[in-house]
């Protein structure tokens, strides 16, 4: 076993001094959202960059459960920074343009007023005494600093986990102080399964004898076990199956010699026992209870309906990513948060990103080529600096999109959809790729524009040329958006690739007024010809370049057959345009045996 | 939250006295697989029905963690048993035809000699001096009962979880006295993750003050917390995500009213701490300790070389079953499993059945048609009881298999294949359905023969038909099987619906020494008319009976395109022959055109 095993999952130094810490006391008393009131509370936190002129180049980082204000190093000599990664001059949350925050989380253990600080009413130490904290608290106290520093909107707030609820929590109570947000593996509520893990967590630490209820600090004890199994426990949750199988899988056997008070007969037992002792040197076990209950407390409701009603507030950009392989804050969760978002036709982006790292994926090198190059653009964007080049734009043309890919006559059939389509009106485009068409609609002045595509690059891609778009599988229908939601719903030239075209269609006209539709036409007379004649399937140099066994088009349709498959499904056809894109023109006449392909507006 | 919540998890009784029980004292001193002996050893175990004459219709049932001998009732008014859905009268192991043996596991704490028990050389209880023991002691125990029963051969062992582990025990140690094994939700080793949540567990209870070193029975106390502590964990590990979304979801901060020590915040958590406080009324916490590190020792080998090789020594037909939702014990291990019996030609059946019930779900009766219908069909096959009855094949023969779906001469291309395998072949059936060409092979003497289905209900009609089947996807490749494995390989009428054909086709030429494969010919001239003077998409009343936009077929090949692939792909052809389904013949001449059916004989 490497011996970096034992440091990796863990991004915090132990209980170092914070060297480029500040330091600032509240004006006044805090009141709690559950009833009671905070005096002499005081913030510690840290900044990187410089806030510029127009104060409005701001970006909050809210650290999670474990962490504090050490995003990353100050210099080249600091102590590592929990998110060095990310952070930094240059980085994807680029310091040299951005005026980084980052606070330690009231209740915390860290600087910021919690559980070990003096009680100024008694003189002694909170303790027991420390009160039940909210993640509306954490954030109240960061508004309060945002305010001392004289900062009236950030440009984004940015959170993974227990920090992402802050984030979410700042998008939908303070919306006009926010410009964008940035969710990370987190949830509107924790699963049944999560807060689970966090009750056992609390009770292991709650019923160790040393914990004396909470007053282990004034009795000159630790509840060493019950933190350490409560952070073991948080490890597991931490990783995906996969990468505790490749960490310890082969080598089951082998633990390494530690001095510790618990099992030492697995590998994976020697790493559980060592990150928690080591959480023991640095963290409190009260700090402990109040964050944890916290996040189990953070509920922005359980229905589409309440979630919806939270979120709808908001008035930000969001981008909201996870991790395939994160079963703590499951992908579900983040694509619910998607969901709600859309329904109030809120702005926003989402990727599911492809990974075997877990929960922890975002404080990885791993995915980072993909969730920095994310909040980079998502950033770039919100400073309004994207938008398509001509090179892009070149390559992305490339692609055939007639069956015979004749690239005399380019986009013959983007020039018809692009005139279809009213400049006013709100378009969804489904596989929407690179967003070649998004950008053509751009150009012509449309500006309600939400692309959907299932591949990461090009998700990463249209977010780059500043375009809201989501992550999905078409075939999985559309389920995340609301009847009638867009004026204008475009499947271009995805039709024949679709497993279940009942069910697409049908989504389409739903959340559509109107609906685009466009597909080779199979019984154009060259095709016809070629099965009549060779006895082969069909193939070109086009669309249908692919062979038999390989073609990624697994629906072969005529115009005839989509005009019957609309009027069995009492589907209008309001128009329809047949073109042969080898001429490069608009076919009239006998248009199933003279068109290579068709488009059709729709609706139900 | 419906009281029955906390009950229908845990599916023991408190601890009361097994009044059905009967007590075995071993002959001598049991020597165990890590060094030490234990003296004076005392069986506990439970049996249900007759042995018969022949002593042939024993089955063993191993329990699971927390289980005990009391597997079903004795009689109406007996206490509950734990798989009293499973075991009795007509059910599923069918007491009436079967003899069914289960004993407490060495190391527990319901009769058989574990930690609670005296030490004969002491005179006092073993507490912390009862050694460490593994699943093949566990087993060692069982084999000395059934010497002593008098059972040269089990019909049957069957296990779940933990009880499956000594399932697979019993199959490798004494292949000579199984006939079958039945391997339900358990695996060749923990997964790390599982092994984890384990020594978290183990940890919670040694470092509970009051387990002193494991001597707290003789000095009256218990490590409440801890065993509770572990158990709260152990119940998160038995339900899927999904299952506790359910049950705890909506009414989250509701929790049941309990004295309990532990917290009672949410209602989840009032259900963790009503099963940790009752776990630790009826379970000994070194019982615990034993038996979940037995668990954790058992290993079949990491690699599949070594899993095979140890699986090898097995000489009875298995049964795999796994659940989808179950994260304990995954699928992909179970899978592991089959993967290594097969590379030993071992017979086997398996299906990871649908249910989101987790790991528990072979307890509860949400998938009980299921999995119980599966153990049924396997038991009476073990008794050769099994076969196809006429009308279910009538029933079969119904399903088109040309084309144009003609009746008049059904079953034409079985005849062909039927008539092109040796009757000593061993044979693979890849998407084998209810398995009616199993039944025709059998018919004619093949006796080597294995279906490959994904659907549940036909896996089961499968077995139920006697043969050996695998639940498996064909989109996912082949990669149970071994390089030549099989005399042969078919794919009846399914190439064109395989989405990764390349892949495959190169599965199969692997796995067969030669290869059959059959499909529709679509460049057959009524098709070739259809699309050319109708200019729609060619549909039939047979295997085209689908709509363009529904059929399962996305592949669409004519006898000349497969020609070309075989070709292009080096793959030799040794045998062509086309069919007319409609007219019942073979064709011979212009077959691209004249037949509307193809079937190839192919190899590498």
Redesign the interface.
């Known amino acids: 076993m490497a011996s970096d095993l034992f440091e990796s999952s863990d991004s915090l130094r132990t209980g170092r001094p914070l060297r480029h810490a500040r330091t600032f006391a509240l004006p006044g008393p805090l009141p709690l959202e559950l009833g009671e009131e905070l005096q002499g509370v005081t913030v510690t936190y840290e900044t990187y960059g410089r806030l510029n002129e127009a104060r409005d180049n701001a970006v909050l980082i809210c650290h999670a459960l474990s962490g504090d204000s050490h995003v990353a190093r100050h210099t080249a000599d600091d102590d590592p920074g929990w998110w060095d990664l990310v952070v930094g001059p240059g980085l994807s949350i680029d310091t040299d343009r951005y005026f980084v925050i980052c606070a330690n989380a009231l209740g915390g253990c860290r600087g910021t007023t919690g559980p070990n600080s003096l009680n100024p009413a008694t003189g002694k130490i909170y303790g027991a005494d420390f009160p039940t904290i909210t993640t509306g608290d954490i954030v109240e106290v960061q508004r309060l600093l945002l305010d001392h520093l004289g900062i009236d909107r950030l440009l984004a707030v940015v959170g993974g986990s227990m920090g992402g609820q802050q984030a979410l929590t700042w998008a939908v109570r303070h919306p006009e102080r926010v410009a964008g947000t940035v969710a990370i593996a987190t949830s509107a509520?924790l699963?049944?399964?999560a807060?689970?893990?966090d009750?056992?967590g609390?009770?292991?630490i709650?019923?160790d004898?040393d914990f004396r209820g909470g007053r282990y600090l004034s009795e000159n004890t630790t509840p060493a076990?019950g933190l350490?199994?409560a952070r073991?426990?948080g490890h597991?949750t931490y990783?995906s199956?996969e990468a505790?199988?490749q960490?310890?899988?082969?080598d089951?056997l082998r633990p390494r010699e530690l001095a510790t008070?618990?099992?030492k007969?697995?590998s994976?037992?020697s790493y559980?026992?060592y990150q928690g002792d080591k959480f023991v040197e640095r963290f409190d076990a009260n700090s402990y209870i109040r964050l944890s209950?916290a996040m189990?407390l953070f509920?922005l409701g359980?229905t589409l309906e309440a979630l919806s009603e939270n979120l709808g507030r908001s008035r930000c950009r969001w981008l909201i990513l996870s991790f395939t392989s994160d079963?703590l804050f499951?992908p579900g969760q983040s694509q619910d948060l998607v969901r709600a978002l859309i329904a109030r036709n809120k702005p926003v982006s989402y990727c599911n990103i492809a990974s075997s790292c877990g929960h922890d994926a975002f404080l990885l090198p791993d995915e980072l080529p993909v969730y920095g190059g994310f909040m980079r653009a998502f950033l770039q964007n919100l400073r309004g600096a994207s938008g398509p080049t001509e090179e892009e734009d070149a390559v992305d043309a490339d692609a055939p999109t007639s069956i015979f890919g004749a690239l005399r006559h380019p986009r013959i059939d983007y020039n018809q959809i692009v005139r279809l389509i009213p400049r006013a009106a709100s378009v969804l485009d489904l596989g929407c790729g690179r967003g070649s068409l998004l950008v053509r609609l751009r150009e012509e002045g449309n500006r309600k524009l939400v692309g959907l595509e299932i591949n990461e690059e090009d998700v990463l891609r249209c977010l780059e040329r500043g375009f809201d778009v989501i992550q999905a599988d078409l075939n999985s229908g559309l389920e995340i958006f609301s009847d009638a939601q867009f004026d204008c719903v475009v499947l271009s030239h995805t039709l024949q690739a679709i497993?279940?075209?009942?069910l697409l269609v049908s989504e389409m006209l739903r959340v559509g007024r109107r609906s685009i539709v466009s597909f080779p036409n199979?019984?154009y007379h060259k095709l016809?010809r070629m099965?009549?004649e060779?006895?082969?399937?069909p193939i070109s140099s086009g669309l249908l370049r692919h062979?038999?066994?390989?073609t990624p088009n697994?629906?072969?349709?005529?115009?005839?057959?989509f005009e019957?498959?609309c009027r069995d499904h009492h589907i209008t056809i309001h128009k329809r345009i047949a073109l042969d894109t080898e001429e490069g023109r608009v076919v009239t006449e006998d248009a199933?045996?003279m068109a290579d392909m068709a488009l059709f507006v729709i609706s139900r």
């Open positions: 509520r699963t049944t399964q807060l689970a893990f009750v056992v609390r009770n292991a709650q019923r004898p076990v350490a199994l073991m426990l597991i990783l199956p505790m199988r960490k310890f899988g082969a089951r008070m618990f099992e007969r697995f994976v037992g559980l026992a209950l189990d509920d359980e079963w499951p497993r279940d075209v009942e199979f019984a016809r099965l009549q060779e006895g082969k399937a062979e038999w066994y390989n697994i629906r072969f349709l005529s115009i005839a057959d019957d498959f199933n045996l």
